[in-house]
């Protein structure tokens, strides 16, 4: 029995001596991730890195998603696609208070790594936040604080995983789609639909869903371990899920926008023709400079998501030279209107086979905008006979 109880003594002894060796860093390491919020901006969510060191007796946050709002071209730069996000420390509790005055959970995942991988990991982003590397070009869907954190996990703490984390043929554009109808921002998923182009819409891979926040922890869960990665989940904070309606307000509000113009217009008296003449100029002007924010999104801004929007074959930036010509109605306006009548019509017949997603809200002003052109060009016709 002494002997037994030696070996086990020794045995034990051996074993520790090999775990210590393994990770004499004296780090602890974990994912945060931090839940959507009531604003846009924090409707996806939040990921950050949490290191403690027990000798050092810190706990500390590495957050990529700041940036400096003192700098005096902070809105062109913004607008332009060219603000420097950039990597910032905090003191986790420091970190914490924001979401506890928010009352968004934030779940933690320990990664149990070898020494090694925690060094790496930790010597990384002190090199990060001390040099040029702290500040990225953001890009919303394959460099912003959550894919910096994913890339970091592959580098250096293993992170492989072994499955699809999202159904085949999911597209970017549907990921941001699920976030924003769980958060009941219809307004903002139609903005999001207008200026984010087709390039947006194919198919992700299993690293590129790992930008958004949950789907990271996801492909956490999922990694195969062949750096030793293992991990430990909880919840540090939890706030619940509030369960938030989803409802379809631009489809409802543009279909009730719709539907009395087009019963106006069929009317062949005086204050009839007024008031849809005023609709006219309204309708022409604002799709107009939609076409021209667009194009300028495309081309003259580094978002590179906005490039290639087939929302352009119903916000047409020659929306804008009609609207002065409506007064005076030149004879090219009849090719102008017959021309935009084809584009209109066969938007609404490939509408889900076109290739961008364009949002469904949208339906009832292209059926508008066809309506339109039809009884404008019918009209000019009918004057110019007479």
């Known amino acids: 029995m002494k002997k037994f109880s030696l070996f086990i003594i020794v045995f034990f002894s051996f074993f520790i001596q090999r775990v210590e060796a393994q990770d004499s860093s004296h780090l602890r390491v974990s994912l945060l991730t931090c839940a959507q919020g009531d604003e846009l901006y924090s409707v996806f969510g939040h990921t950050a890195l949490r290191i403690i060191d027990s000798v050092q007796h810190t706990d500390i946050v590495y957050n990529y998603g700041t940036f400096d709002f ?40 320990e990664l149990i790594l070898t020494g090694d991988a925690k060094n790496n990991l930790n010597k990384a982003l002190q090199e990060n936040l001390a040099g040029a590397a702290r500040y990225y070009k953001y890009v919303f869907n394959y ?30 554009r549907n990921m941001l789609h699920e976030a924003l109808d769980n958060g009941d921002q219809p307004w903002s998923k139609l903005g999001i639909d207008i200026l984010l182009g087709s390039r947006i819409d194919k198919p992700v891979s299993i690293s ?5 926040p949950d789907y990271l922890m996801k492909g956490v869960d999922s990694s195969v371990h062949s750096h030793n990665i293992l991990l430990d989940k909880k919840i540090i904070y939890n706030a619940g899920v509030p369960q938030k309606p989803h409802h379809n307000w631009p489809l ?16 062949k008296k005086k204050t009839a023709q007024r008031i849809t003449r005023f609709f006219d100029i309204t309708l022409f002007l604002l799709t107009g400079l939609i076409g021209c924010l667009l194009l300028f999104m495309w081309f003259g801004t580094d978002h590179k998501a906005c490039g290639a929007n087939y929302n352009l074959l119903w916000a047409l930036p020659t929306n804008l030279i009609v609207v002065f010509a409506l007064w005076k109605k030149p004879l090219w306006l009849q090719k102008y209107f017959s021309v935009c009548m084809v584009i209109h019509l066969l938007t609404l017949l490939l509408w889900f086979w076109l290739p961008q997603q364009l949002n469904i809200g949208l339906i009832p002003v292209v059926v508008l905008l ?13 004057s110019k006979s007479s």
């Not at 460099?143 to 970017?172: E, K, Y």
């Open 70 to 109: 003192n700098d005096p071209d902070f809105y062109m730069k913004f607008t332009r696609g060219t603000l420097d996000y950039m990597l910032s420390a905090y003191y986790f509790q420091d970190f914490m208070a924001e979401y506890y005055a928010e009352k968004r959970s934030v779940t933690e995942q």
């Open 143 to 172: 460099n912003n604080c959550t894919s910096r954190i994913r890339d970091l996990l592959f580098q250096h703490a293993g992170l492989q995983p072994d499955r699809q984390l999202v159904p085949a043929g999911t597209t970017c």
């Open 208 to 212: 590129e869903s790992m930008f958004l």
């Open 252 to 267: 409802y509000i543009f279909s009730a926008i719709a539907l009395p113009i087009i019963l106006v217009s069929s009317g």
């Open 370 to 382: 066809l309506q339109r052109c039809w009884k404008l060009l019918k009209s000019y016709k009918l």
